[in-house]
């Protein structure tokens, strides 16, 4: 598997939102940023395509899945490193290939489908449809949200990912998340926290410039 595909190792919990467009991924993920104090890795695609759209009046094609895969692991790998125990990913690589299947007849690039099978999360989040569609530049097909949302079942459990399903209001999604992530927490040790880092930075800073009495120097 290419590097630029592979996820850095880093003792964090992982959480995917997964699920079919305008199904209130990204109002989750937010929240649950919000709720675990730490931070949130948006969708890449979006920003890529969105410039695509602007610049050539052209929506996503079967060759813009590997430059976008590839920029979604840099941004996780990048936005990993300053969470706070656990990183929430509005999307992830099995996301992406599961459109690549469904949009274009199959088709999935052999190093997207090895990223994909060999990254690792705690939990996906599935979204269920019961949210309403909002319009926008790059979203198409609302009278196949059901198909797709079947689409992206089937790879949860073809992959043998770790699930639950959520439907709901806002806070209903929320509380039925945080149930079953608290637990995960509680059953790591030692996690990554930037916080902590931070503060182990801060002290390596102030040992190193104290005096024999251990005060800092003044000049």
Known sequence: MEKELKQDPINIVKVVLF???????????????RYYHTV?????????????????RKTCEKEDLLPIAIGQMKLEN??????????????????TKVYSEEFYGGFVDERLNEAASENQYDLYLLTYIDTPWEEDDLRDRPELRLEMFNAFKKSLIDNNRPYILLKGDKETR??????????????????????????????HFMHQNTGDFGTPFEY
């Open 78 to 95: 990048s936005l990993a490193k300053k969470a706070d125990k656990i990183l929430i990913c509005d999307t992830d690589l099995l996301e």
């Open 174 to 203: 929320l509380r039925n998340a945080t149930e079953v992530i608290d637990k995960i927490i509680a059953n790591k040790n030692d996690l990554h926290s930037f916080s902590d880092s931070l503060q182990d930075v801060d002290m």
């Open 40 to 56: 949130w890795a948006p969708e890449f695609a979006r920003e890529y395509l969105q410039e695509k759209w602007n610049n050539e």
């Open 19 to 33: 699920g079919p467009e305008s199904s209130g991924k990204t109002t989750l993920s937010r929240h649950l940023a």
